[in-house]
């Protein structure tokens, strides 16, 4: 695995929110997850040191951590 830069991808990704420590994007290039290489369909970043996640559709997801954040991509 490796480190994944939101920015290297911004032209591919629509920021959702952003509530300053948290972000959430759409992924309208079909950018790969570094986590499994499958096109992801949301992608959701914290900084924040607990997250609690909505409940979901059951959809698969990844995630990753790297120095800057933990990146969720969801399926």
Do not use: Y
């Amino acid at each position: 695995m490796s480190r994944f830069d939101v920015h290297d991808h911004r032209h591919a990704l629509k920021q959702i929110r952003d509530t300053g420590s948290t972000k959430l994007w759409e992924n309208r290039k079909e950018v790969r997850c570094p986590v499994c290489d499958a096109p992801f369909v949301r992608l959701f970043t914290t900084r924040e040191t607990g997250t609690t996640f909505p409940e979901s559709d059951g959809a698969r997801f990844c995630l990753l951590r790297d120095d800057e954040a933990i990146h969720l991509f969801r399926h």
